[in-house]
């Protein structure tokens, strides 16, 4: 029987077949048990993110068991800023040289250590030397989370792995206070050390399980530009941490800190620009998205972290709430940032342009910060309770699609250093943002109240009789006192809502410059071919 010839068509090899999946969508460091994984990296994170708020309300009772006095006790917060801020920048350097897996293991044991030492010091030295002991290892932490969730997940997954990190470093923030008041209150404030050592002996348990390291690579070590920077960097955090109490350029420590910033940072970028082997591989500068996300980070960290410290304190001592009523009240903020970043997430995947949430986020946030500057004295809890729950949603919806562009069109083998880079902007954003407008506060206050105190006297009230405090002698001068207490009460309302009002035009100012940035491939739908090796 003869038999039919094969159809040219069929034995045509298919030469536009689609590229496999796995080829083309698979993860920088394929892992088991990603989900795993996961949680032990967000454990993390959420440990050393908590750490940055969590002891700010338990600094009158250590000020008491530490014998320290009102002002040196602010040294337990700006040791480890300042050590934070000097570390972080050689986070890439350190994860080639000796590997990532390494330096995260090492970085995790160190902080779970320091905060055991924390917890026993015992004097105001030993308290801030633990602290920066501290601050060094937490340096590591967020750069190397935001890397490792990057290369464990596919391209097609990158937007939900970095909603799931944007949803640990924004509640992270928010949650601190309410839970170190709370440890603060029904045990004592060694416990907001202590509560670290159980999260993090699980958390180094899963990591040194499943965490996978990047392949070492080596390279020269700028000690020049290191140097440089970490001077630049640590007069800066001096200089705003302390400057409102030293009263600026009129004290010789601020000149000295910002004349050592300007210094030290104007040489960096000139040693940037022209040395052979700089810190950061320049290449890394040539990206626009990840240029315009650092500016990006920077007003964002003034929206979170500013934010923060003025609503507490606000809360406290404006409306007179308890701190445990204060942390319920925030807690609306938190939730809006879960809704949104998951939502963020889940658009992304189904192609959705993430420039376009980013521009809403922040439109979103600018709404939330003006319907602040209408709060009154006399209003209920819903504004704060509104108003806390938009501007969650606005940070949702940007810090995800944000951390998604930047690392979008980056080659992978960057990604360790653009993450350093990206956490110090957005700390020193905060830093900054944080000393403005506990300045404009200060300024803003004493201003209103010498403005508000000459209307209240006798000819400014009809009912007023000038004989009356007189006969009631130290009664009169205790309704003198509350008379001052009721100005001081609504001259800080105003630099409050000055305070708002500042945020809002940076914040809406910030939204125009989504049109710089570019819209990535299609998550899968093109390899990084630089990243593999890496």
């Not at 800066?236 to 601020?254: A, C, H, K, P």
Request: charged share 10%; with cysteine.
């Amino acid at each position: 029987m003869a038999t039919s010839a094969p159809s040219p068509t069929a034995s045509r090899p298919r030469s536009h077949a689609p590229a496999a999946p796995a080829v083309e969508d698979g993860a920088l460091l394929p892992v088991r048990h990603r989900g795993l994984l996961t949680v032990g990296v967000m454990l993390a994170t959420i440990m050393q993110i908590l750490d940055t708020t969590i002891a700010n309300v338990a600094l009158p009772h250590m000020q008491t068991s530490l014998g320290a006095t009102r002002d040196t006790i602010t040294w337990v917060l700006t040791s480890y800023l300042v050590a934070t801020a000097i570390a972080m920048p050689i986070t890439g350097w350190l994860a080639d040289r000796i590997g990532s897996r390494n330096l995260f293991l090492l970085a995790l044991v160190g902080f779970v250590a320091s905060s055991a030492l924390c917890g026993m010091a015992q004097n105001l030295p030993e308290m801030v030397m633990f602290r920066m002991m501290q601050g060094v290892s937490a340096a590591f932490l967020n750069p190397l989370s935001q890397t490792v969730l990057l290369d464990i997940n596919p391209p097609s997954r990158q937007a939900r792995a970095m909603s799931i990190w944007a949803m640990g470093i924004m509640v992270g923030p928010i949650m601190g206070p309410v839970i170190g008041g709370w440890l603060t209150d029904n045990f004592e404030w060694r416990w907001v050390f202590y509560v670290n050592l159980p999260i993090g002996v699980v958390c180094a348990a899963l990591l040194f399980w499943l965490l996978p390291s990047r392949p070492k690579r080596r390279r020269g070590f700028d000690l020049y530009g290191f140097s440089l920077l970490a001077v630049g960097l640590a007069a800066l955090q001096l200089m705003l941490d302390r400057g409102q109490n030293e009263d600026w350029l009129q004290s010789f420590e601020v000149q000295l800190e910002l004349l050592i910033t300007f210094v030290g940072l104007w040489m960096f970028v000139t040693h940037m620009v022209t040395a052979k082997n700089p810190m950061f591989d320049r290449e890394i500068f040539r990206d626009r998205n990840l240029v315009t996300s650092l500016v990006f980070l920077a007003i964002m960290g003034v929206i979170m972290m500013a934010t923060m410290a003025l609503l507490p304190p606000m809360i406290e001592n404006i409306y007179g709430h308890s701190v445990f009523d204060t942390g319920l009240l925030l807690t609306p903020r938190g939730t809006g940032v879960i809704c949104t970043t998951a939502v963020a997430g889940f658009l992304m995947h189904r192609g959705f342009d993430p420039r376009i949430l980013v521009a809403a986020g922040f439109a979103i946030s600018a709404w939330s910060m003006w319907m602040m500057t209408g709060w009154a004295l006399d209003m209920g809890t819903t504004p704060i309770l509104v108003s806390g729950f938009l501007q969650g949603l606005g940070m949702g919806f940007a810090f995800t699609p944000l951390n998604t562009l930047a690392f979008g069109t980056l080659p992978g083998k960057y990604r360790t250093e653009a993450a350093s880079l990206m956490n110090i902007t957005r700390s020193v954003g905060a830093s900054i943002g944080i000393s403005v407008v506990t300045t404009v506060l200060a300024r803003t206050s004493q201003i209103s109240h010498a403005a508000l105190t000459p209307h209240i006297s006798a000819e400014t009230l009809e009912t007023f009789d000038p004989g009356l405090l007189q006969a009631l002698g130290t009664t009169g001068q205790t309704v003198l006192a509350m008379a001052n207490a009721e100005i001081s009460r609504q001259a800080a309302m105003i630099g409050y809502l000055n305070d708002f009002k500042l945020m809002a035009i940076l914040t809406s100012c910030a939204v125009p410059l989504v049109f710089l940035m570019r819209k990535p491939a299609r998550a899968g739908a093109k390899p990084d071919p630089s990243a593999a090796g890496h």
